[in-house]
């Protein structure tokens, strides 16, 4: 992996040399470096505050495309030096990039005249769109007498597979072609071990006024208020930039924002009396917009940027979950194209079973060529349970019976792949683990390779029975049944509640324990359980599959101190072997996670403890740069007039997390919907202490929609219909 020569590469999660655990390595952290992150279906860039890629400063700069970095330096210098800067920020709807620099002192030169610092104004704009980057690069003089200044950008494209950006090493590499420069453009090009060309092309307009092959520089010369503008296009696709970057800039900057329009057309909108409450939603759903690729079946959420840009099946899953009351158009997407995609015969290779829903999906020359598992893998163990709650939820969200109907042949696979290959050993309950050597070893979504252990720190040992995955085959069981009544078999939705009521009394008997006062984390191979407090026990709740005499002390144990930090529920709590707040999944705090948990919380009528879930997640983001709430972020505990504590390699956005917000306001509405009586469904509503008053506009059922106003009124909430369109009605249940 390239990195600063002075930074050592440090393994954030220890790990035994001969497992490869896939996690990422960190040179520098993202806090240092403020990156700045944009993404447009298959192609993601990552920044410095200035709009650089900086190799020294930080290894994952760059703009990346199918798994492919196609420029990892891009340093704009004014006189020789970086200009300093003002600001940098990218709009609320993520469109854009916007870097504001300027020059600092810059001492005479031949024919020229000294700079005084703060003269020369630099706007870098900067997106996205259909593999290429566009830019506009406007230098204006301020001065009141003329200046001539050189103003230079250096380039370079090392063709790394990101999965060498995250750190893994190979022994070869492809070769990199000489590059072409032509007047006004450059080709870059290389020949991987896999025999794919992979092209970065680099356009300018004007032509600078010197062309190499990773520099173009431009002599400035410019009178008092004059401006000078530069126009790049860079592809990544193999095509070639158009004839015009300006013009492919203005067309491309047009078509990139009308389409995320229409996608934030598609979602209910959310507005309330906190302005820093309105930021961080506003940033969710602009994230989300970004991450939301097109597929041919629709629109998918990619898991995040910049190590999760791919189709994910656990992350698309829960992001749909979390989603699916602002946008139900997401999992529609994500069930169709999943449903495409699921394993049909057993292939050890990419860790496949029939019936068995996606893990994740690769380009890069690594994948292609097996240096990685990842090409099309299948090494997870909840995303099939996933699958098919989801499907359930769809209907019962959307009435779209026609999706049900076209979705239940991959239902009934995925059903299949439950009962006859994920149970191993028979014994009812559904356990992992790996075929493949270098595939994942944990296949939860705590999927480091020490994420799973006894009370004593001893690494479980396979086949594993996770806690939530049991939940997971429970409530996919119950959504099985639900979906064959609608679809008219009776005697299947028999047999699916069945098996839901065995498997949630046998779990019962396994997973709680009253003297821990909660649900283990997993049974190992020989089927002891891992007495450890986790994070994991609140999806039980989250599923249905607990007691209702068992949620009460879950709960308690969820809340207590050792486990929730003030910001959010840790991973793992306080105390156990293996706690770290600084770690992956040892004793972190994850947005998504603490989302399930509250809707869990909601569920079993805890609506307290869903109060201060919502609350410490809220407090937390205003922290966060751009108020984005990260993948994660360290677990020490709440400190008065501080805030949380970023974890360096965190994705950001991250699909999950940008979501929680939302599944944490629908956890504390109660909202739901009643698709046969064409009613939104609120069941005991409050809002949290920081909203005074909400609206919500756009909630959509049955051909229909309303907006709706909602007001705090001590432990409880006030609601009214604002505009009604269609049939539809409201209902509030105290």
Avoid at 201 to 206: R, T
Wanted: with cysteine.
């Amino acid at each position: 992996m390239p990195h600063s020569d002075a930074a050592a590469v440090i393994k954030l999660v220890p790990q035994k040399s001969e497992e490869p655990d896939y996690v990422i390595s960190a040179a520098a952290s993202q806090i240092e470096t403020t990156p700045r992150t944009l993404k447009h279906d298959d192609t993601f860039a990552v920044f410095d505050a200035h709009g650089d890629a900086v190799p020294g400063l930080s290894g994952h700069h760059g703009l990346f495309h199918r798994d492919t970095r196609h420029l990892s330096r891009f340093i704009l210098t004014i006189e020789g030096v970086r200009p300093l800067l003002l600001s940098s920020t990218v709009r609320d709807d993520n469109a854009t990039l916007t870097c504001d620099l300027t020059n600092p002192d810059l001492p005479a030169r031949e024919g020229s005249n000294e700079v005084l610092h703060d003269l020369i104004h630099i706007r870098r704009s900067r997106f996205l769109y259909r593999s290429a980057c566009h830019e506009s690069l406007l230098v204006r003089n301020f001065d009141v007498v003329r200046h001539s200044f050189d103003i230079a950008l250096k380039f370079d494209a090392d063709f790394a597979d990101l999965f060498e950006v995250r750190g893994e090493k190979r022994l070869r590499r492809g070769t990199r072609a000489t590059p072409v420069v032509e007047h006004d453009r450059v080709h870059l090009a290389y020949t991987g071990l896999d025999d794919e060309i992979r092209r970065t092309s680099l356009a300018f307009e004007p032509p600078p006024t010197e062309l190499a092959a990773d520099r173009g520089l431009y002599r400035i010369d410019l009178a008092p208020g004059e401006t000078f503008t530069v126009f790049m296009e860079i592809r990544c696709d193999g095509r070639q930039p158009g004839l015009s970057p300006r013009l492919s800039f203005r067309s491309a900057l047009k078509r990139s924002r009308s389409d995320l329009r229409a996608r934030f057309a598609r979602a209910a909108a959310v507005v309330s009396s906190n302005q820093h409450f309105n930021e961080g939603i506003g940033r969710a759903i602009g994230d989300l917009a970004i991450l939301v690729t097109d597929t041919p079946e629709g629109a998918y959420p990619y898991a995040g940027v910049p190590w999760f840009s791919t189709v994910f099946g656990r992350d698309a899953l829960i992001t749909a979950f979390e989603t699916l009351w602002v946008d139900s158009s997401i999992a529609r997407g994500v069930l169709l194209h999943l449903a495409r995609n699921q394993a049909q015969v057993l292939d050890p290779e990419a860790d496949a079973e029939p019936g068995k829903i996606l893990h994740e999906v690769r380009f890069g020359e690594m994948a292609e060529l097996g240096e990685v598992p990842f090409r099309r893998y299948y090494g997870s163990v909840d995303s099939t349970p996933l699958f098919v709650m989801l499907a359930g939820a769809y209907l019962e969200r959307s009435g779209d019976i026609e999706t049900a109907r076209m979705l239940w042949p991959a239902v009934k696979a995925a059903l299949g792949w439950l009962k006859d290959y994920g149970d191993r050993d028979g014994d009812g309950f559904v356990e992992y683990g790996r075929r493949r050597g270098d595939g994942l070893v944990n296949q939860g979504w705590k999927d480091s390779h020490d994420s799973v252990f006894h009370a004593d720190g001893r690494l479980a040992q396979g086949p594993i029975a996770l806690v939530e995955v049991q939940a997971y085959a429970y409530a996919a069981w119950r959504a099985g049944a639900t979906l064959a009544r609608a679809l008219g078999s009776v005697s299947e939705a028999a047999g699916c509640d069945a098996r839901a009521d065995a498997l949630r009394t046998a779990f019962d008997a396994a997973f709680f324990d009253p003297a821990l006062g909660t649900y283990v984390l997993a049974l190992d191979g020989e089927k002891r359980p891992c007495r450890v407090r986790t994070s994991n026990a609140g999806h039980a709740l989250f599923a249905g599959i607990a007691f209702p005499e068992r949620a009460g002390a879950v709960v308690d144990t969820l809340m207590a101190n050792t486990s929730f930090s003030g910001w959010g529920v840790r991973t793992l709590g306080i105390g156990e072997a293996r706690f770290n707040p600084m770690s992956y999944h040892n004793g972190s705090v994850w947005p998504h996670d603490n989302a399930l948990i509250a809707l869990g919380l909601r569920r079993y009528g805890f609506r307290a403890e869903t109060a201060r879930i919502f609350e410490g997640l809220f407090r937390a983001s205003i922290y966060f740069d751009l108020r984005r709430i990260p993948e994660l972020f360290c677990g020490f505990s709440r400190q008065r007039c501080q805030g949380p504590v970023s974890y360096p390699v965190a994705c950001s956005p991250q699909a999950w997390a940008a979501a929680a917000p939302l599944a944490l306001l629908q956890a504390s509405l109660g909202l739901g919907f009643d698709v046969e009586e064409r009613h939104v469904v609120f069941d005991r509503p409050f809002l949290p202490d920081f909203l005074d008053e909400l609206t919500l506009r756009g909630l959509s059922i049955a051909g229909g929609a309303l907006d709706v106003k909602v007001q705090r009124v001590g432990a409880s909430a006030a609601l009214s219909v604002i505009t009604r369109r269609g049939d539809v009605g409201l209902k509030v249940e105290a």
